[in-house]
C-alpha cells in the first residue's frame, strides 16, 4: 500500500525532527468540531485562486477536516511549516461513469436496508450502480455506508507507488516499492462486461500488493478476498518468499498492519469496511476542501517536510459537498477493535472516501490523512473517468499517526485500468492464493 523509491531527508530536516521535542498531543473527538464545519447547505465558500497560509488559515478552518485544522495549530508532532499553502481552485463536477448511472436508474428503487440482530444493517436487492442515490431518514448514514462500499470500481485496476515511505519520528525511512492489483467480480457497470462474471464462486474483490523492492522484502505479497456477502470477514493471506508458499491469516487481523505500513486492513481503499458490522451516524453534507493532484504531485520536491503535505505543484484543493459520517463497530463486535470512531469524509458527487480522521479506543485522535484521487481515462468509453477507481488508484495518500509520531506516504501512478492493464489480467495468477507464489517466476 505503501511506497516506491526512497530519498533522504535533508539534514534540517532529520535536525527539526530531533529538536522539536514535541510529544503526542492528545486530541479527543468533540461532537461540536464536526458540527462547526460549513454545511453544503450554506453559501459560504473559498474563492478559486485564495491561498490558505499560517497567517491566515483559521479563516478557513470550517472547510477543513478536523484532522487538517490540527496539522495547521503546531500543536501536534506532524504539523505544517511556516511557509505552507494550500491553493484553492475552481470546483469541477466529477460525474460517474455512464454505464454505472443507468445501472443506478435501473436497480436503485429495489434496493432496501434490513436492521440485524447487532444493530447494523444487510442490504437487500442490490444488483450495480449507487444502491441508495438519495441517501435519507435515519438510514442515511448506513445508506452512505453502502454507497462507498459500492462506488464506482472498475473490473481491473492495477498502479504502482514510485514514490512513498513508513518513516518515524527520527527521520528514519522503511522504503518498498509495491505494486497493487485488484479485481473487482460483482456488481459491474463496465462496458463489455457481465454484471457477476462466471466461475469466481462468491468472491466479490481481491486486492493483492506485491513489494517489489528493497530486495530484501521482494515478492512479499499481501492478498484480500471480499465475499458477496458484505457482512464476511475478508480471507486474507500473504506470500512469504522463504518458505516458497503463502499462509491464510485469521479474518479477524483487521487491525494488523497492511505490508508494515501505518494502514491497517481495515485502512485499504481508505476503509475496507463490512458494512453490517458497523453503525454509520450521518453528521450532514459539509462543505470540505477536497484534494486534486496537480501535474507535479509525483515530485517529492513539491512536499512540505518533514511530513509530506502537498505544496500547490503537488495538488490544487476545491470545496466539494462531502457527507461526514461517524462510524463505529456495532457494539456486540467492538470489544478488541482498533478504532472506537472513524470519521469519514465521503465525496457526495462520486462516493469515494477522500479524507479520515480515525480515533481510537478511547476516542483520542489516532491517525489522519487523504486520498487525493486522480481522475482516470476508462477504456472504452466516451470520456467516462475513474475517481478512486477502487482505491486507490493513481494520487496521494498519507497517514500520519499523530500518537507514535509516525507517518505512511503512498504516491500512485502508472495506473492502468481494465485492457490497458496488459500483463494483470490473469485472474488466477493475480487474485487467488494459488497464483501468489508465481510472482518469483
Not at 175 to 191: I, M, Q, T, W
Not at 367 to 386: C, H, L
Amino acid at each position: 500500500m505503501t511506497a516506491k523509491r526512497g530519498f533522504l531527508l535533508s539534514a534540517a530536516g532529520v535536525l527539526w525532527l530531533c529538536a522539536s521535542g514535541l510529544a503526542a498531543a492528545q486530541v479527543s473527538w468533540s461532537q461540536q468540531s464536526y458540527d462547526s464545519l460549513v454545511s453544503a447547505d450554506s453559501s459560504k465558500t473559498i474563492a478559486p485562486g485564495t491561498r490558505i497560509n499560517a497567517q491566515n488559515w483559521q479563516q478557513y478552518k470550517d472547510f477543513m477536516p478536523v484532522g487538517m485544522q490540527q496539522l495547521w495549530t503546531g500543536k501536534l508532532f506532524w504539523h505544517l511549516p511556516a511557509d505552507a499553502q494550500m491553493v484553492v481552485g475552481a470546483t469541477t463536477p466529477t460525474p460517474l461513469p455512464k454505464k454505472y448511472r443507468e445501472d443506478t436508474e435501473k436497480y436503485a428503487s429495489q434496493v432496501t436496508l434490513v436492521k440485524n440482530a447487532d444493530g447494523g444493517y444487510e442490504i437487500k436487492g442490490y444488483v450495480a450502480g449507487v444502491p441508495f442515490p438519495r441517501p435519507g431518514g435515519p438510514q442515511a448514514g448506513a445508506q452512505i455506508m453502502y454507497n462507498e462500499y459500492y462506488a464506482y470500481i472498475p473490473y481491473l485496476i492495477t498502479t504502482y507507488a514510485h514514490l512513498g515511505f513508513n518513516m518515524d519520528k527520527f527521520g528514519n525511512k522503511y522504503v518498498s516499492g509495491v505494486r497493487e492489483v485488484n479485481f473487482k467480480l460483482k456488481h459491474l457497470s463496465d462496458p463489455g462486461k457481465p454484471i457477476n462474471l462466471p466461475g469466481v464462486g462468491d468472491t466479490f474483490l481481491t486486492q493483492n500488493n506485491i513489494i517489489m523492492e528493497p530486495e530484501q522484502s521482494k515478492y512479499v505479497n499481501a492478498l484480500q478476498i471480499f465475499h458477496d456477502n458484505p457482512a464476511d470477514l475478508p480471507d486474507s493471506y500473504v506470500f512469504v518468499p522463504s518458505l516458497r508458499r503463502s499462509i491464510r491469516l485469521t479474518t479477524a487481523a483487521r487491525c494488523s498492519p497492511l505490508v508494515g505500513s501505518d494502514y491497517t486492513q481495515d485502512d485499504e481503499r481508505s476503509m475496507n469496511l463490512q458494512p453490517p458490522i458497523f453503525q454509520a451516524r450521518f453528521l450532514g453534507y459539509k462543505n470540505i476542501l477536497v484534494g486534486y493532484p496537480a501535474p507535479g504531485y509525483t515530485d517529492k520536491n513539491n512536499y512540505y517536510k518533514p511530513l509530506y503535505f502537498p505544496g500547490p505543484a503537488a495538488v490544487t484543493w476545491q470545496v466539494r459537498p462531502v457527507a461526514v459520517l461517524d462510524i463505529r463497530r456495532v457494539p456486540a463486535k467492538s470489544g478488541g477493535y482498533c478504532y472506537g470512531s472513524r470519521m469519514a469524509y465521503i465525496d457526495k458527487e462520486t462516493w469515494q472516501p477522500i479524507w479520515m480522521d480515525l480515533y481510537d479506543a478511547e476516542l483520542h485522535l489516532w491517525k489522519i490523512g487523504p486520498s487525493i484521487y486522480r481522475p482516470m481515462p476508462i477504456p472504452g468509453t466516451s470520456g467516462d473517468v475513474a475517481t478512486g477507481a477502487g482505491g486507490p488508484g493513481d494520487g496521494d495518500y498519507t497517514f500520519w499517526d499523530v500518537q507514535n509520531n509516525h507517518m505512511s506516504l503512498d504516491i500512485q501512478s502508472d495506473g492502468q485500468i481494465n485492457e490497458n492493464a496488459k500483463g494483470y489480467d490473469d485472474y488466477n495468477r493475480w487474485a487467488t492464493p494459488g497464483g501468489m507464489a508465481q510472482v518469483m517466476q
